[in-house]
């Protein structure tokens, strides 16, 4: 057996052990949850029946305080066994994207043009299989698991803070699931892992008049294409090389004829950044730079920027409690990292800005099975990962309030 063999063998060993450590009806239940979740995919905002079904499950396992949050979430609730210890919150977000699933599975989306192509519905269900082993094996402080709607539109988790669900919240624990891992692998980092997610606006504004007579108007066009390029320096010579960033325009509007100078033309992007720094050098100096070439080219401009998501940094305290848990559940070498920093966004974001936590990233890959990433029509990832994420979540839990 060469050595990366022997590494996969003790790995699966590990993930079996694992999964076994759920009793049979609870397997049952978890992956017959996450399928009829699948199947009835819902849109963020919409999650009314995925909203019962959880309920239902949560129910039937037993766990029955559950009270519904932030619409068409639900927060349920399992004490722990010392009063006083740390309250600590589990969360999974529920919620599906507008893409035509095309895995051909059994229980593939029944609903045309939505499908849980992110994986929301594993991680819905290994919540809710992360209370089920806290039924069995509770952990010191009280556990508030958090079905969090409206992810993939970063808006969720604010409504979660403002509904109280984790008022007095002393950590709190998620996980996504990741194809590029390998079950039984966990990427567990203190600082950012994901970026933050702002969008901006800028409509530039000057005086239109005949193709024929620029001399008579102050060109839009012109100046707009000016911007184009020379927002390419922000983060080429204005950012830190050594830190991440993003500037990227996806939409410009100008004009409705070839003979007509418009009185006005627009473009909106993404802003992307992993520290709070990064992210406001990058607003800053789009918006001065917005002005300074307005102002070369005779134009006003009209900045509009939309706060999205911050960055997602994990506390160096939720990460190490995160990382001790999968150590004695999964081993040494279940411990991974991410390649490059992820410059995508997660509105869990908004959770570790405000208390301790660890977001992590959980391996559902296997030997032999289709690498279709997420948000792709062929997302299909291994089922074993709910039981890993499950344990996880639980051991999180027991970790940080022991
Ligand atoms: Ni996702």
């Known amino acids: 057996m060469s050595a990366q063999d022997a590494v996969t063998a003790a790995r699966e060993a590990r993930v079996r052990a694992v999964v076994a450590g759920f009793p049979e009806a609870e397997r049952a239940a978890i992956i017959a949850l996450r399928r009829t979740l699948h199947a009835a995919p819902e849109l963020s905002w919409q999650e009314q029946g995925t909203q019962a079904t959880l309920r239902a499950a949560l129910h039937a396992a037993g766990i029955d305080d559950v009270r519904e949050i932030a619409g068409t979430g639900l927060v349920a609730t399992i004490p722990g066994t010392r009063p006083g210890a740390p309250v600590i919150a589990l969360r999974g977000d529920i919620d599906a994207l507008p893409i035509s699933e095309e895995t051909g599975l059994p229980f593939a989306s029944q609903r045309a043009g939505v499908m849980h192509a992110c ?110 390029m020379a927002v390419q320096t922000i983060v080429s010579r204005r950012l830190d090389p050594a830190l991440p960033g993003v500037v990227s325009v996806g939409m410009v509007q100008a004009g409705h004829a070839p003979n007509v100078i418009p009185e006005s033309a627009r473009c909106s992007g993404t802003i992307r950044a992993t520290v709070p720094a990064t992210r406001a050098l990058l607003c800053e100096e789009l918006t001065r730079l917005a002005h300074a070439v307005a102002d070369t080219h005779g134009l006003s401009a009209t900045v509009t920027l939309s706060e999205g998501t911050p960055p997602l940094v994990n506390t160096p305290q939720g990460a190490a409690w995160a990382q001790s848990a999968a150590r004695g559940l999964l081993g040494e070498r279940a411990l991974t990292s991410l390649a490059t920093t992820n410059m995508g966004g997660e509105d869990f974001a908004f959770y570790t800005e405000r208390m301790d936590g660890c977001f992590m990233r959980v391996g559902t890959w296997r030997e032999g099975r289709s690498a279709a990433g997420v948000h792709t029509p062929r997302f299909d990832p291994d089922e074993d990962a709910l039981f890993v994420a499950g344990a996880l979540l639980a051991e999180c839990a027991r970790t940080a309030s022991a």
């Not at 709190?172 to 590029?180: E, L, Q, S, Y």
């Not at 005086?207 to 066009?221: I, K, L, S």
């Open 119 to 228: 994986g929301h519905d594993m991680h819905a269900a290994w919540a809710v299989a992360a209370g089920m082993a806290l039924l069995r094996a509770p952990a010191a402080g009280t556990v508030r698991l958090i079905l969090q709607p409206a992810e993939e539109v970063g808006e969720g988790a604010t409504k979660v803070l403002e509904s109280g669900a984790l008022d007095g919240v002393h950590a709190i624990f998620g996980a996504h699931v990741d194809w590029r891992f390998c079950v039984g692998e966990v990427v567990a980092t203190a600082g950012p892992l994901a970026a933050s997610t702002d969008t901006f606006a800028i409509t530039f504004a000057g005086r239109g008049g005949h193709g024929a007579r620029p001399q008579d108007t102050r060109d839009p066009v012109v100046g707009l294409g000016a911007f184009l």
